[in-house]
């Protein structure tokens, strides 16, 4: 039975750990577990992010940037409506 994905986000098991840098100059590093972020804004970030990119890695790489920046990036922007 595969873990919904905010379980898998929670116990660090939907991370890239062997992938390099896909966007250079990003905030968060690949490779490294993203402790503290809340899962529902990693899995909202990721939805959003995949409006831009058919690479689910690129889109959570984009959504760790983010997050890393401002850990309520993504409900900052709904609230914009953007």
Do not use: C, N
């Not at 790489?61 to 850990?71: G, Q, R």
Request: charged content about 35%; hydrophobic content about 35%.
């Amino acid at each position: 039975m595969k873990l919904p994905l905010t379980e898998r986000l929670r116990r660090g098991l939907d991370v890239l750990t062997t992938r390099a840098e896909r966007i250079p100059g990003g905030l968060w590093r690949p490779g490294s577990v993203p402790r503290g972020f809340d899962p529902r804004q990693l899995a909202k970030g990721i939805a959003v992010e995949m409006e831009h990119t058919s690479d689910r890695a690129t889109a959570r790489e984009i959504a760790l940037d983010h997050l890393t920046e401002d850990p309520r990036y993504y409900d900052k922007l709904e609230r914009a409506g953007l």
